[in-house]
């Protein structure tokens, strides 16, 4: 479970509590825990709490507090504990049972989670908190149908709830409905303008839709909020590499570079840029594919790019070496497994090159390079069934792929 997530049901959870004086539960101590957590001093806060407590330690309000400074600090068995007092005084407390839910969630039980959320929904339908949980256990668990499901009966309740909006955002972003996605965004800037969040989300939506320069208009806004973000610089980089602004596009990812030094990420996707903006720029695209592989070394991706540039620069035996570290820390790696087999076809080792190729289609059916790769090598060896099965289906389209696919048919005559 991340904080923000925390926090999002946290911000819900203590709004409705009862007054101090209502309650039988100490002012003073009240008052002075929730300016302590104001400052950012959970520690004070729930020491004046807990003083409170044992004052008046048949308060269930008082526990659902103490357990929210415990979410807070991420101390979650601590909170389940505080939320088990509350209930037990007021079996009802359906701020108590969200509460518990939010625990057993950080502790990724995520049955007995979902049933104390449910419950909370059930006590109190017109509390969003709890189905906002709900739809973020689902998205944990790769269930992004459910997660819509929960998301959507949370802006039933409230059609202006800011973070069921952008989740669903997100969702349509990422299942490919970028069109869809703006109507989710657009309400919240029209209540914010500056939201910097929904302004991100905005760009990405245009970008997916193929519009980079209309994606440019919402993420500049952004940019211009609030300099100092580093995932916006990033948002602005990608941008204006879409549209070719090449100096725009470095601008923005240099600045979000001096944000984020750390993040091999960043400098995948700079020399990225460097290496497409031309060869005079590809010992900067060098430069930074080294420096992303030495901030991570897990990753894959750099030591493919490497391996491309040496590929442009005629280095082949260097282009060979870094295709195979790159495999060594992904035996997967779909795009180095198919240039790597491109060589070794043309090195005169089809047979190693087409095992390569079908180490890549295991794990991912569709690769196009993939396909192409091996119907290219089959119908050269004259094995023109197989190679009619790879790439008949591709020669449908009138796209790069679907030519070449074509082309290579042509060596397979009916």
């Known amino acids: 479970m991340s ?12 709004a409705p509590v009862a007054s101090a004086q209502d309650a039988g539960y100490p002012d003073e ?5 929730e300016q ?10 729930r020491a004046a709490l807990e003083k409170g407590l044992r004052r008046v330690p048949d308060n269930a309000n008082g526990w659902v507090n103490h357990g929210n400074i415990l979410l807070l600090g991420q101390d979650f068995a601590g909170a389940e504990a505080s939320f088990e007092r509350s209930l037990a005084i007021d079996p009802q407390h359906y701020l108590a049972m969200n509460g518990m839910g939010a625990a057993l969630m950080g502790l990724a039980s995520y049955e007995q989670a ?16 709890p189905l906002i949980n709900l739809g973020d256990i689902a998205l944990l668990r790769n269930e992004a149908a459910l997660a819509i499901k929960y998301y959507s009966l949370a802006l039933e309740v409230d059609p202006f709830a800011r973070d069921p909006s952008l989740a669903l955002g997100e969702l349509h972003i990422v299942g490919g409905l970028h069109e869809h996605a703006h109507k989710y965004i657009d309400p919240i800037l029209s209540r914010n303008p500056t939201d910097l969040d929904a302004l991100e989300l905005k760009g990405r939506a245009f970008m997916g839709q193929g519009l980079p320069l209309r994606a440019l208009e919402p993420l500049l806004e952004a940019k211009h909020a609030d300099p100092s973000r580093a995932s916006t610089q990033r948002l602005v980089g990608v941008a204006c590499m879409l549209s070719t602004q090449w100096g725009c596009a470095e601008d923005a990812y240099r600045a979000a570079i001096t944000l984020q030094p750390g993040d091999a990420d960043l400098h995948l996707e700079l020399g990225q840029l ?9 010992d900067r695209a060098q430069w930074h594919f080294q420096k992303s592989s030495t901030l991570d070394p897990s990753i894959a991706a750099p030591w ?16 060979i070496a870094h295709y195979q570290r790159a495999i060594e820390l992904q035996p997967d790696h ?18 190693s090159a087409e095992l390569m190729l079908d180490r890549c289609l295991s794990s991912d059916p569709g690769f196009v390079l993939a396909i192409v790769n091996r119907g290219w090598i089959r119908a050269d060896a004259g094995r023109c069934g197989a190679a009619r099965q790879d790439l008949e289906p591709l020669a449908q389209g009138d796209d790069l792929w679907g030519r070449q ?8 005559p009916e």
């Open 3 to 14: 904080l923000r997530h925390v926090i999002v049901c946290l911000a819900l959870l203590t």
């Open 29 to 33: 101590a009240f008052r002075e825990a």
């Open 36 to 45: 302590l957590i104001e400052q950012g001093d959970l520690a004070g806060a």
């Open 114 to 129: 979902i049933e104390w959320f449910l419950r909370a929904v059930e006590a109190q339908p017109e509390y969003i908190t």
């Open 274 to 282: 460097y290496k497409t903006a031309g060869e005079e720029t590809w």
């Open 304 to 319: 493919f790019e490497l391996a491309s540039l040496e590929e442009d620069l005629d280095r082949e035996v260097d282009a």
């Open 334 to 351: 779909c795009p180095s497994l198919s240039n790597l087999a491109r060589l070794t076809k043309l090195a005169g080792d089809p047979a």
């Open 405 to 412: 696919a074509a082309e290579l048919l042509t060596k397979c």
